[in-house]
């Protein structure tokens, strides 16, 4: 047979090599010069795709990514193609089929193939090696025999199936197969004194996936709608196994682990312990974990059992941090919980406000109190520790002498009480409404 490849490739390479190793003709040609490459295997060059497409190939195979398939094709001189028996080793295959239909003159036979090997796994032999095709429009019999026969004779396992119950299979094998190498390359898995075979049947999924170029796992994703399907139950899948290791460490574990944003005296240790009550939590134990990222990444580790953190205030509006960190980890809400929220402002024993020269607090404290400061206690500026200090940090390192005698903190009554400060003004919000909704959450599918 005179065999054209339209693709000269790594793939059409490792298809060229087989028939001319059989004693075919083959004709070639690429975007990309591959004259030498093809001279030294002894196959035909061309440089002009119409010079290939006019020089009387019994079979014409189209060998490129798909991304660029529907490009290319249309970029052929299709009616040099009369009589041509057309044939496709894309990966997806209800796709092209389709569109070959659409465009192909009628002379043209169609055959619509996936070798489901590669120069990696096929490199040896292809003994065994599954070879789907359907036929999808064939007048020639001989030729579309010959071609099949081929495959058969280097010893692969023929399949023949319709193209759109291949995708169907494929989803499931082939983009499970790559999407899990693609993962485990992410990993950077390294060769081990230890080696298991099982870890060596990954090292090597983890080569024969991503030798493979991303075009052909795009593809894979973009062109199958059922790959998408199988990506959602991946990842679903990956949540149910982490659920389960979480749920065993609980057993033996008498305790409920509750991990919030806040610091000891907090608001969210005050919402805190209103959601206990709420749900009667058996045995609670309050993990202070000061950020929401904190609270939502220990969540998804299986640190804790459930988190607690603020999400909006009436009058300073949307905790941002509290936003960001809830797009970056899987979490299920199970209720918003809105709670009061009386600011103090507070100082040491024996302290004068009037004479305080700096506030020292979380910026959203100063969101809520900022015009009653600037009316009731013109003499104080404001800073901040860290996004790391709550109100409640704030307060126990006034309480502890961790700060300048000129400075103060803004704070809850609870957190007066906890480490021994004094109350000099209750209420230094501005809305006398103040309030503050406070996510309560658990780990998804938990």
């Known amino acids: 047979m005179h065999i054209g490849i339209i693709g000269f490739g790594h793939f059409g390479q490792f298809l060229a090599q087989r028939f001319l190793r059989a004693g075919h003709q083959v004709s070639c040609w690429s975007k990309d010069p591959e004259e030498v490459v093809a001279m030294q295997m002894g196959a035909t060059f061309y440089h002009d795709v119409a010079d290939l497409c006019d020089a009387g190939c019994d079979v014409v195979i189209l060998s490129m990514s798909i991304v660029s398939f529907a490009q290319v094709v249309q970029g052929l ?5 009369h009589g041509a028996l057309v044939v496709d080793v894309l990966s997806v295959k209800a796709y092209p089929k389709e569109f070959l239909r659409r465009v192909l003159p009628g002379a043209c036979d169609i055959l619509c193939t996936h070798p489901m090997f590669g120069p990696d796994s096929g490199k040896e032999s ?17 030729v579309c025999d010959a071609f099949l026969g081929f495959f058969a004779e280097e010893g692969c396992s023929m399949m023949e199936m319709t193209c759109e119950k291949h995708d169907v299979y494929a989803a499931s094998s082939q983009f499970v197969t790559h999407t899990t190498g693609r993962m485990l390359g992410k990993l950077d898995l390294k060769e081990t004194p230890i080696n298991t075979k099982g870890y060596e049947q990954l090292l090597n999924l983890v080569t024969n996936t991503t030798n493979d170029s991303f075009d052909l796992y795009y593809g894979l994703y973009s062109y ?35 991990g919030i944003q806040g610091g000891s005296g907090s608001f969210n240790h005050a919402a805190a ?30 640190d804790i059992d459930f988190g607690v953190f603020a999400i909006e205030n009436s009058a300073s509006g949307t905790v941002l941090p509290s936003i960001y960190s809830m797009s970056k980890y899987p979490h299920e809400i199970i209720e918003v919980h809105d709670m009061p929220l009386v600011q103090c402002l507070l100082t040491r024993p024996g302290q004068d406000p009037h004479t305080a020269k ?25 800073d901040y520790l860290s996004d790391d200090y709550d109100t409640a940090a704030c307060a126990s390192q ?13 704070a809850s009554k609870i957190a007066a009480e906890k480490y021994g400060l004094t109350i000099a003004y209750e209420g230094l919000n501005d809305d006398r409404d103040n309030f503050t909704s406070f996510v309560f959450c658990k780990r998804r599918g938990a």
């Open 77 to 81: 001189p299709l009616q040099k193609l």
């Open 126 to 142: 292809w003994e065994g090696l599954t070879f789907m095709y359907e036929k999808v429009r064939i007048r020639n019999i001989g």
């Open 224 to 258: 199958n709608p059922t790959a998408r399907e199988q990506l959602a139950r991946l990842e679903d899948a990956l949540r149910e196994v982490k659920n389960s290791l979480f749920e065993r460490a609980k057993v033996g574990r008498s305790t409920t682990l509750i």
């Open 273 to 302: 312990l209103e959601l206990i009550e709420k749900y009667a939590l058996p045995h609670p134990d309050i993990q202070f974990l000061i950020t929401s990222e904190s609270v939502l990444a220990a969540l998804n580790n299986g």
């Open 358 to 382: 700096k506030i020292v607090t979380h910026p959203q404290a100063i969101l809520q109190c900022a015009e009653t400061i600037a009316r009731e206690f013109p003499n104080l500026t404001w």
């Open 398 to 410: 006034l309480g502890a002498g961790l700060l300048p005698d000129d400075t103060v903190v803004i």
